[in-house]
């Protein structure tokens, strides 16, 4: 084969890419120093595009999904990937901040809360149904719950919440593509529009569980973590407000409607979610119950 065709597809060489499969036209790594060099350009190359699209999502709500579909794609991260690199960092930082907020020393309160209430397995007996069968399984549900206090049926459910996501996305955006209907776009975008603004609430809510982390590491000075605790409460709080808003924004720049009609929209949109979150969420935990 001519070093002027690529090794992949043959075709003719023009440039440092094929034209016709994409490949680099540089021959494939036999080398140590060749094959490092070729991981340190992907990671860099990655990495830097993650960078350049979390810029985006913090600071221009809507932007980055606006240079997507406008064919300005090469310098961000991909939607899907970026979703699954924001989301990963926020799931493993809430893993560790639970694994280490058990392994704090248990007050009385939270001793008590963890054991099996027998005031609650008494409750489960007089859980009554028309249906017998259906009375035998919520009876059972609701023993395997109050079990252990809930926490086996809670680390399952937590553990499913990523998987969970994939199922309630999808979700929101069907209901984003109906509330803006007349906006000539397709499912795909809202989709993507849906993905970028998860992608950017994980990212905000990540720092959060950062901050956690740092104020139990500072535990044993007190003065830093009062501080600390202080800050990462004014952070919670201060998300509480700015998602919301954050949302409105990306709305009103991507789909390029006025404030009244994008605030209007806001509202059934907001009621859907929390339907959607509620039915996905509670779906989970049942099959968590079930899966105990």
Known sequence: MSDKNCENCNAVLTGPYCSACGQHAHASARTL?????????????????????????????GRLTQEYFSGRRNRFAPPFRLYLVVSVLFF?????????????????????????????????????????????????????VTADGGRTVSHIFASYIPKTMFVFLPLVAAILALIYRRSGRYYVEHLVLVLHNHAATFAFMACGRLLHLLGVGMSHWSAAHSVLVFIRDGFDLGLMVYVPWYTYRSLRNFYGLSRSSTAVKLIPLGLAYLFCLALTFGATFLLSAVLV
């Open 33 to 61: 120093q060749a094959l490092l060099h070729d991981v340190f350009h992907d990671l860099t190359h990655f990495e830097g595009r993650v960078w350049t699209s979390l810029k985006f999502l913090v600071t221009q709500p």
């Open 92 to 144: 493993a930082l809430s893993s560790l901040v639970e694994r280490v907020d058990r392994e704090q020393p248990p007050s009385t309160a939270h001793t008590a809360q963890t054991q099996a209430d027998p005031a609650a397995t008494s409750e489960c007996a007089e859980i009554h149904m028309n249906s017998a069968s259906q009375e035998r399984f919520l009876r059972e549900i609701c023993q395997r």
